[in-house]
């Protein structure tokens, strides 16, 4: 960090190079009293936090710290927060088609997806960056209360519109839940945040992994069917929400801003017109290709003008910030001056391409292709979640123990490039040959994806992880929605030629009428061909054959466009920093007891005083 000059807290200085690319020594902070110490934000504003906020060097934790019922209550509360996100994702996503046969069926049940990624892209950069700004804790619990009122809305849902807002909520609600990299990650040693995001992964591993089985078993076992998954997911938020409550005390706004801003004058600060724009182009853009290919054609006005109005207005927000923002932006652009920071970014959106579409596409291949038992469906869906998990677990671990993370990133991504590409070979008499390239394909992405989740936070200094991480979930959430679009669109287009080129004449040589095919072609979207005109049992098990075809092609072409993302996959990990240097046993922040320290008080008074 910079030396002493004598600023105040309210004069801002520009970062030095150090603090952009490499300093991340907690140790090192500078004090500016005995009670405080100076920080100096990604965009340039200085703050004073209370010396008591501020962890230090694991050595001189308090003892039995990090074996205390408020941090271990606090684990808990973020293992639970997880499993939540999970159950307003993996178990919805994996059944939409009988939620929609329950509810529906309805032309909008892909909303039910899109606006889960939506809300989380959008949750992502707010509740990082107003974290930062604000102290975790609220933010923590206004998403978590979020994500019990979204599963309520679900549980209750009586069509698929509604189902559509109670993932509204959850996708937002996701962005806290699933920042365990800030509220974990800052409470530990750097030496240790890859493991302590490994064991909140590992916590989710029944609905991360077995999601799927799970939604259809209770689809088919249960009077509810899928709304256990919005049941299971308020039980575990109200018991989340007690744990964070009275076990997760993080600094609070007063010693975050010593001497500095009161709530007030922060929250005539925030960069409303950056917030508005951001979130107006998230919202435009992702309409606009959720409209793509299936509400509209691509070439029609409503998807043009809306994705175009969509990216102009994300293009007026990076000017914005970039030259005309007077207060603390919300994206700050000279954060992307660290090349580093780009390249985490990079690998986890592109990562994110391939989880989020996978998440959905491959119940779809393997009920089109292999089997249609809904069991069978859903344990080898697992395939997936089983396969992500299984490498962020290694990532984990390696991260802090193995030297060399770049070419670890450059071998997980070449290797997962390799088992993608050879997936364009699927063919329905190989079915073990496409769950082992599954497997492996995730396992690699999922390892990438770890080295993200807690490396975004060692490039950057303390006091800005939350933004850090705000700002590689939003574009992670971003280029997810984007690949589900183009995989969605891609599918689309490739079964809608190949269904009559196979479909037809397979069906017409078995003996089916001409006249019949229109109705035929309704049957298969309805699936029950009792009401076609001259259907037997061969005509069907023609058209079951072709149907097996079409598919396959179809989702060959889906995936070699997955080539050229796996392309900058592979380049980008050549430039992911390597780790060694940032895992000090330095603490950014510890957990603060009940009562208020000295300096909080004073803060407050002060405050006080001013407004009178």
């Not at 299936?294 to 969509?310: H, K, M, N, Q, R």
């Not at 291949?365 to 292999?370: D, T």
């Not at 072709?546 to 598919?551: F, H, M, N, Q, V």
Request: some cysteine.
């Amino acid at each position: 960090m910079s030396s002493s000059d004598g600023q105040s807290g309210t004069e801002p200085k520009e970062p030095s190079a150090r603090h952009l690319e490499t300093e991340n020594d907690i140790s090192k902070v500078q004090t500016h009293d005995g009670n405080v110490t100076k920080v100096v934000h990604a965009d340039g504003t200085v703050d004073y936090i209370d010396a008591k906020a501020v962890g230090g060097n694991y050595d001189a934790m308090p003892a039995g710290y990090f074996r205390s019922p408020q941090f271990l209550g606090t684990l808990t509360a973020q293992c639970l927060a997880s499993i939540c996100a999970y159950l307003g994702w993996v178990l919805p996503a994996n059944t939409l088609t009988l939620i929609n046969a329950d509810l529906g069926p309805s032309k909008n049940i892909n909303w039910v997806a899109t606006m889960w990624t939506m809300g989380s892209s959008i949750g992502f950069l707010l509740v990082g960056r107003l974290s930062d700004l604000y102290g975790r804790k609220w933010m923590v619990l206004g998403t978590s209360i979020l994500g019990l009122v979204g599963c309520v809305i679900g549980s209750c849902a009586q069509t698929v519109e509604t189902l559509i807002a109670a993932n509204v909520c959850n996708g937002i609600a996701a962005a806290g839940q699933l920042s365990f990299g800030i509220v974990m990650g800052e409470l530990v040693p750097n030496k240790w945040r890859g493991p302590i995001v490994t064991i909140v992964f590992l916590s989710s591993l029944p609905f991360a992994v077995f999601g799927p089985v799970i939604a259809r078993s209770l689809f088919d076992n249960t009077v509810s069917k899928w709304r256990w998954s919005y049941y299971m997911g308020d039980i575990l938020g109200v018991l989340s929400l007690v744990l964070y409550w009275f076990f997760y005390h993080p600094p609070s706004y007063d010693q975050l801003h010593v001497h500095g801003k009161t709530r007030l004058q922060m929250t005539k600060d925030l960069d409303f017109i950056g917030i508005f724009l951001y979130v107006s182009g998230c919202v435009l853009f992702l309409i606009g290709l959720s409209w793509g290919g299936s509400a509209y054609p691509w070439a029609s006005a409503e998807v043009l003008c809306t994705l175009l109005i969509g990216i102009a207005t994300l293009a007026a927000f990076a000017i914005y910030e970039g030259f005309f923002c007077k207060v603390q932006p919300l994206m700050p652009p000279r954060m992307f001056k660290n090349i580093g920071f780009v390249a985490i970014i990079v690998i986890a959106t592109v990562g994110a391409m391939v989880y989020y579409s996978l998440t959905v596409l491959w119940p779809t291949i393997i009920g089109s292709i292999y089997t249609t038992d809904s069991m069978k469906i859903g344990w080898q869906s697992s395939v997936v979640g089983g396969g992500i998990l299984l490498g962020q677990t290694i990532a984990g671990f390696t991260i802090s123990y193995v030297p060399k993370v770049k070419w670890q990133c450059v071998v997980a991504s070449a290797l997962s490039f390799a088992f993608m590409t050879a997936l364009t070979t699927i063919s329905p008499d190989r079915w073990a040959v496409t769950i082992a390239l599954g497997t492996l394909v995730c396992t690699w992405i999922g390892f990438v994806d770890n080295i993200s989740f807690p490396g975004i936070t060692l490039v950057w200094e303390a006091q800005d992880i939350g933004l850090a991480t705000g700002v590689m979930g939003s574009i992670r959430g971003l280029g997810g929605a984007v690949a589900q679009a183009l995989y969605a669109s891609v599918l689309t287009n490739e079964l809608n030629k190949n269904l009559p080129k196979y479909v037809v004449p397979a069906a017409t040589a078995a003996g089916l009428p001409t006249s019949s095919i229109e109705a035929l072609f309704a049957a298969i979207t309805a699936g029950d061909f009792s009401t076609v005109p001259g259907i037997n049992a061969d005509i069907v098990s023609a058209v079951g054959s072709a149907l097996k075809t079409a598919y396959t092609s179809s989702f060959r072409i889906v995936f070699y466009t997955t080539i050229p993302f796996s392309v900058i996959l592979l380049l980008s990990s050549f430039l992911v920093p390597n780790m060694e240097k940032f895992l000090s046993y330095d603490v950014a922040k510890k957990l603060q007891s009940s009562e208020k320290s000295d300096v909080q008080g004073k803060t407050e008074g002060t405050a006080t005083q001013s407004q009178v």
